[in-house]
Each structure stands twice: as structure tokens, then as C-alpha cells.
């Protein structure tokens, strides 16, 4: 049966998404929402479904089996609830809500309904990130003592986006702390330190551009985070798991599998990819597919709502650690 999807939201994200469910064999693009019309139509041109600016016709309109939010954030706890209220499976881009406030008032309602809700860390589902975690599972190098994240943009965004943006760890490094958590679930202690070393937008409004985040486990395995808001080589998106008996790596992404040799430089390369939208394709493909999986009713590896909740507890510690100077000591288990 063919899983007809409701999108809420055709903004950047919003289009990769569409393309996927339109790509996919096992599901259409029924319905498309978005007030700025133009630009669900646009979608609707390419992909096919029926349009309208109001979420709520979407919704009720008894021709969605799913839906996908990927409208702004503070949109995302009322649509969820909404989801939930009609008993419509919900994949929501990331964070739920920059107010954990807001979204512990929604935990219970999320546990009590028999309705899948999945967040949308789609790094879960890199090819190559997904392969470390599986061999750090089978213990390829031994128990896990340190994981290295190391995720810088190619460059700051605007400062309008900063200025709603809820700060760098919950906009940037929000990803890295469900990264660490897809090894590590039972972090116990944050700290963190950051400065705005370059650019103006993180200084107007009280904000970072270079951060180090370091996550303590209740095992004694150290996760460092290591984040900028600009780099000059391109997208950099590497890991590293560390363990007694070895280490497995993830490097950077190239633009080009050529390197030159000259009697100026040895090997050498091209830039590393450039976007996010392109180093993380196939992981837009794989977490929508492990998505419908989970609507299905099979047994399925998409991070829920208590992933996305756990992600936020830790931004919200290292935005506090980061300001205040001190550790923070967490408990995700509450």
C-alpha cells in the first residue's frame, strides 16, 4: 500500500523532502501546506499533491496516512499535537521547540498515543556515520572510551537567523548531541565553552560562532564536540570513535575523487562538499524510509520524541555551562 504523505512546510528542507516521498516507491505526496503559497504551488508543479495554506485542511483531510513537518520551529509543538490528536504519524524536523518548557508539556500526550513520532536527526542515518556505530556496537574496537564530533559550516548564517535561531547549541550543535547520544545514550555531565571570535551576527545578539562541548557518560566514555560557524574548506563533517583495542574514523566528503601531483604540491585535492543538503543525501533518503517503516508498524532505528527531548536537555546545559562556566550534571533518564 502506498503511504500518502502530508508536508507541512516548503521551504529548503521542505523541498528535499518532497523530492524523496515523490522519488520513493512506496509513497506519494498527497497534500502540501504552506502560507506562502507560491511556494507550495511551485512544489506541487514538481511533485504532484493538492495545496493549501492551512495546516489544519491538511490535517482533516482524511487523504494523509503521515505527515512530515518541516515548517519553522515554533510551529513544530502544535503540529505535532495536532498529529497526534488525529492519530497521523509525524516526522518533525529538528529541535521540537526551543523552550523545553513547551515540550515536556507535550510529553505526556506523546506517550499516551499509540502514534509514531519520529525527530528529524537525519545523521543517524549517514552511510558512513550509520557504519562506525554498528562496528562500535559489534565491539570492533573495544569498549568505547572517547568519540570525536568535529562539525563546522561553511560559513555564519544571516543575523536575522541567529536572532531566532535559539543560540548555537540548540540550532547547530543540537545534531551533534543526538550524534553523541546515537553512541553514547546515558550522558551524565556537560561542559562547555564558547566564544564569538569572527562574526558580528553572533555578537549583536549574545551568541557563539566557535564552540568545544565536552559530554561525560555514566560508563567514564568522553565525547568532545567541536563546532565553528565558518570554514573555509568546505563543509567539515568528520568523527572518530576511540576504544582500547582501535579506532574508526569518518572523514570529509570530497568534491572530487581526482588529486594532483606537481613539483609544487603531492596529492593535491579538491574542496570538500560545500552543503549540507549535498553531504547528507542519502541520509534525507534513508530516514525517510526508516520512517515509513516505523508507520507500518515495523521495527524501525528513527530517533522519537524522548531523542529529541534528550537533545535539547543537553543544548539547554551547554548554553547554561558555556555562560556560567561550570559542568552541568543532567539526568536524561526523567
Not at 145 to 167: C, K, M, N
Request: glycine share 8%.
Amino acid at each position: 500500500m502506498t503511504l500518502r504523505f502530508g508536508l507541512i512546510g516548503t521551504g529548503r528542507i521542505g523541498q528535499v523532502h518532497a523530492a524523496n516521498i515523490a522519488a520513493a516507491d512506496d509513497t506519494e505526496l498527497a497534500w502540501i501546506a504552506d502560507p506562502f503559497m507560491d511556494g507550495a504551488s511551485r512544489v506541487a508543479a514538481r511533485f504532484g499533491g493538492t495545496v493549501t495554506a492551512d495546516p489544519e485542511e491538511l490535517l482533516t483531510s482524511g487523504e494523509v496516512d503521515a505527515v512530515l513537518v518541516a515548517s519553522p520551529t515554533p510551529t513544530h509543538i502544535d503540529l505535532i499535537a495536532r498529529a497526534v490528536q488525529l492519530g497521523l504519524p509525524v516526522l518533525c524536523e529538528k529541535p521540537i521547540d526551543l523552550d523545553i518548557r513547551r515540550v515536556d508539556a507535550l510529553r505526556e500526550t506523546v506517550r499516551a498515543a499509540d502514534v509514531p513520532v519520529a525527530l528529524g536527526f537525519n545523521r543517524r542515518f549517514d552511510p558512513a556515520f550509520a557504519s562506525v556505530r554498528a562496528r562500535v556496537e559489534a565491539g570492533e574496537i573495544g569498549n568505547l572510551e572517547q568519540l570525536t564530533i568535529i562539525s563546522r559550516d561553511p560559513a555564519a548564517p544571516p543575523a536575522s537567523y541567529i536572532s531566532v535561531s535559539g543560540g548555537i547549541f540548540r540550532d547547530m550543535t543540537i545534531h551533534d548531541f543526538d550524534m553523541a547520544r546515537f553512541f553514547l545514550p546515558d550522558i551524565v555531565e556537560v561542559s562547555a565553552t564558547g566564544t564569538a571570535a569572527f562574526d558580528a551576527g553572533a555578537r549583536e545578539h549574545g551568541d557563539f560562532d566557535t564552540a568545544v562541548v565536552t559530554l561525560r557518560s555514566s560508563s567514564g566514555a568522553i565525547v568532545t564536540i567541536i563546532n565553528s560557524r565558518h570554514s573555509a574548506v568546505g563543509y567539515d563533517q568528520r568523527l572518530e570513535a576511540f576504544g582500547a583495542r582501535g579506532a574508526l574514523s569518518v572523514v570529509n566528503a570530497p568534491t572530487s575523487l581526482v588529486s594532483l601531483s606537481t613539483a609544487d604540491a603531492v596529492e593535491a585535492k579538491p574542496p570538500y562538499q560545500d552543503f549540507f543538503l549535498e553531504r547528507y543525501a542519502q541520509a534525507y533518503v534513508d530516514e525517510l524510509h526508516e520512517f515509513v517503516k516505523l508507520v507500518r508498524g515495523e521495527t524501525a532505528a528513527s530517533p522519537g520524541f524522548e531523542d529529541g527531548r534528550a537533545a535539547l536537555v543537553l543544548a539547554d546545559a551547554a548554553q547554561r555551562s558555556a555562560t556560567e562556566r561550570v559542568a552541568i550534571r543532567v539526568d536524561l533518564r526523567k
